[in-house]
């Protein structure tokens, strides 16, 4: 039995996606002009029909995705979630009211798009992967290197079925600043964990030292 069988065979793995929204639910979603935005390099300019998403496994073996690919080929999942951005320079409707531009750094939306965990069904894994990479293609500056932004994740959190790699927001396609064409949505972790504008997903045997390395995934396990 393979690592992510295995991991589905579980107890208390079992999840039910957002089939229908309950109307008092619909009163806490954020307008998409309203959801508070935060990059940390300039926006990419990206054609969704050139897009592609690839999943790495190693050197020699990796799977390409294109937006359309990955919404006919896969189940598209429903969820709603709050996201939340822990940095002080979140753009809000009022920039120059700081304090309660804090309070309100966080948007809640209903983010549609296609399971990780389906898309790592689809490849071969060993026992060997330990940590996920994942990749935009925002560049970012580091000391004095520049470099594509990435986050990483470690296996057993990634196997969370309500982590999506979304391709849109109130049931809408995403927005450029949003990370369209495709974003990853992590519950449970700052906003900054959810990468945007999603271009790889590398599998590791090791932590990645990326931009953004692992810190506290306990509330995912």
């Given at each position: 039995m393979g690592l992510?069988?295995?991991?589905?065979?579980r107890p208390g793995s079992q999840y039910q996606p957002l089939d229908s929204l309950d109307p008092l639910c619909e009163s806490f979603v954020t307008p998409r002009e309203e959801f508070f935005v935060h990059h940390h390099g300039a926006?990419?300019?990206i054609d969704p029909d050139e897009h592609r998403l690839t999943l790495r496994c190693d050197a020699s073996s990796?799977?390409?995705f294109s937006l359309e690919e990955l919404r006919d080929c896969f189940p598209k999942v429903t969820i709603l979630s709050t996201m939340k951005c822990d940095s002080r320079q979140c753009q809000q409707p009022d920039e120059?009211?700081?304090l309660n531009a804090r309070r309100s750094a966080a948007g809640t939306a209903i983010w549609g798009g296609v399971q990780l965990l389906e898309l790592l069904l689809a490849v071969e894994i060993d026992h060997s992967t330990r940590h996920l990479l994942f990749t935009g293609l925002d560049e970012v500056e580091r000391g004095y290197k520049h470099s594509r932004f990435t986050a990483s994740m470690p296996v057993e959190a990634a196997l969370r079925p309500e982590i999506l790699v979304a391709y849109e927001m109130n049931g809408e396609p995403l927005l450029p600043?949003?990370?369209a064409p495709l974003r990853l949505v992590v519950q449970g972790q700052a906003g900054v964990r959810s990468v945007k504008?999603?271009?790889?997903?590398k599998l590791l045997p090791y932590?990645?030292?990326?931009?953004?390395?692992?810190e506290d995934w306990s509330r995912l396990r």
């Amino acid at each position: 039995m393979g690592l992510f069988a295995e991991r589905l065979a579980r107890p208390g793995s079992q999840y039910q996606p957002l089939d229908s929204l309950d109307p008092l639910c619909e009163s806490f979603v954020t307008p998409r002009e309203e959801f508070f935005v935060h990059h940390h390099g300039a926006i990419p300019f990206i054609d969704p029909d050139e897009h592609r998403l690839t999943l790495r496994c190693d050197a020699s073996s990796s799977l390409e995705f294109s937006l359309e690919e990955l919404r006919d080929c896969f189940p598209k999942v429903t969820i709603l979630s709050t996201m939340k951005c822990d940095s002080r320079q979140c753009q809000q409707p009022d920039e120059n009211d700081w304090l309660n531009a804090r309070r309100s750094a966080a948007g809640t939306a209903i983010w549609g798009g296609v399971q990780l965990l389906e898309l790592l069904l689809a490849v071969e894994i060993d026992h060997s992967t330990r940590h996920l990479l994942f990749t935009g293609l925002d560049e970012v500056e580091r000391g004095y290197k520049h470099s594509r932004f990435t986050a990483s994740m470690p296996v057993e959190a990634a196997l969370r079925p309500e982590i999506l790699v979304a391709y849109e927001m109130n049931g809408e396609p995403l927005l450029p600043e949003h990370g369209a064409p495709l974003r990853l949505v992590v519950q449970g972790q700052a906003g900054v964990r959810s990468v945007k504008w999603l271009t790889e997903i590398k599998l590791l045997p090791y932590l990645s030292d990326g931009y953004l390395a692992l810190e506290d995934w306990s509330r995912l396990r």
